[in-house]
């Protein structure tokens, strides 16, 4: 009988739970260095890992259950030829349906995204080919971070030079509450005046990720429309990485997608976070510049080519139902957030808490003096729990840790490292 296993199945001494599992080598020219993420040993651990990137997979009997009669006749007589090279049209039209057709800013109708705008990919290949097919040598990008790698890296392997745009730790009144009382609400704040400052008109392409990976920081609709302005201004393509959309907690709007926003406004977009669905590897960049999105269909020749035609058809039902998986991700994601918040705040001494405003991850800060590598090693040797440094994200530091609040046994894991907190404290 085969047996399928998940990603954190392998054998594993807890001491080797490093920041980063990289080769020392460096790389050759033109090829980007290890990606401290994907290459981090939690996830073929063996351990509980508490720091997926996504939210609880759907099962494929799930998903097919939700099929119309039409999808499903779809799914039973597919040919399993080659697919269209920008994605079968079906898919490309379901996912102009998910754009917004008003600025919630100014009120004003938005240009619609029609097929010809989509290309269906791997979400990581559309990273790849915009700053391949977009960036040369020597052109200048600003990038939101820390980030997922290679939206930074890539650009820097095509010898661009990449500056930097932080976010700081900003603070407002918070909620009393009777266990805790009155307390102000920590937050990471990307200042859209300090981009302004960033952005040179000899920039080339700005890069953001919004529900930001991995503090959970967010815009507003206002800031959004200003980082366009700023686009705009210097002529500079917009890409932003949208695949957690959708995943906005209370308070916070679903952000408008750059694609729809701004002419050179580039989206990446998929199935993977907030529709549960990583497994079948689709997304798509979306783009209302005709020229990008034929430099990016070129490259891709060079790539995939075309996506799996089953995966398609997946991602089309998923879509399809769009409002119901999202919205079970979402209470799933904020009653993890409100278990999680309890116990970093039930624990001063070691952790402290940093609102995340959007997405499934929380980046929770480590304050008992260890560094984040140093905690995440000793927490696995405890606990038997992987748990993702902030270090292996450019940037960031090490005194944060990343922590999922998108699976079902997150509270499981949170009670394993509350029991170590516990008997470090009775030694």
């Known amino acids: 009988m085969l047996r399928l296993l998940p990603r954190s199945t392998s054998r594993f001494s807890p001491g080797s739970l490093l920041a980063r599992s990289l ?24 351990l509980h890992v508490l720091s997926n990137s996504d939210c609880a997979p759907l099962k494929q009997s799930t998903l097919l259950a939700m099929a119309t009669p039409e999808q ?12 269209e090279q920008r994605g079968a049209t079906f898919l490309r039209e379901a996912i102009c349906k998910t754009y917004e057709t008003t600025d919630p800013v100014t009120g004003e109708e938005l240009p619609a995204i029609t097929p010809e705008h989509v290309n269906v990919v791997v979400p990581a290949e559309g990273i790849f080919l915009a700053a391949t097919a977009l960036l040369s040598p020597g052109d200048e990008v600003v990038c939101a971070m820390p980030c997922y790698q290679s939206l930074h890296q890539l650009a820097e392997t095509r010898g661009c030079s990449v500056t930097p745009w932080m976010p700081t730790v900003a603070s407002r009144p918070g909620q009393s509450s009777f266990m805790f009382g009155p307390d102000e609400t920590l937050y990471h704040n990307f200042d859209v005046a300090e981009l302004e400052r960033l952005v040179t008109p000899d920039t080339k392409m700005v890069v953001l990720n919004f529900p930001h990976n991995p503090t959970g920081a967010m815009l507003t609709s206002a800031e959004l429309r200003k980082v366009v302005e700023i686009c ?118 070691e952790l402290q808490w940093i609102e995340p405003e959007g997405g499934s991850f929380a980046f929770v800060r480590i304050t008992n003096g260890s560094t984040a590598d140093d905690y ?52």
């Open 23 to 46: 080769s020392s080598s460096s790389s050759a020219p033109g090829v980007p260095p290890p990606f401290a993420v994907e290459q981090w040993s939690g996830w073929e651990s063996g």
């Open 72 to 83: 499903k006749e779809a799914w039973d007589n597919l040919e399993l030829g080659y697919g």
């Open 232 to 349: 705009a201004k210097a002529d500079a393509y917009l890409f932003v990485d949208e695949m957690y959309k959708w995943l906005e907690h209370k308070g916070r709007e679903t952000l408008p997608s750059a694609c729809a926003m701004y002419p050179k406004g580039i989206s990446l977009g998929g199935v993977s976070k907030s529709l549960g669905l990583p497994g079948i590897r689709i997304g798509w960049v979306t783009t209302r510049d005709e020229e990008a999105m034929t430099k990016m269909s070129q490259l891709k020749d060079y790539t995939t080519i075309s996506a799996s035609r089953p995966a398609e058809v997946l991602a089309d039902i998923a879509l399809s139902n769009r409002s119901q998986i999202v919205d079970n991700m979402r209470d799933l994601v904020l009653s993890n957030k409100s278990f999680l918040k309890s116990f970093v705040l039930q624990n001063p001494g």
């Open 376 to 427: 995440c090693s000793a927490l696995a040797k405890e606990g038997g729990i992987a748990l993702m440094p902030g270090s292996l994200f450019e940037k960031a530091g090490d005194d944060c840790v990343r922590v999922c609040m998108g699976r079902a046994d997150m509270t499981e894991h949170v009670n394993l490292w509350q029991a170590v907190i516990d008997t470090r404290g009775e030694q």
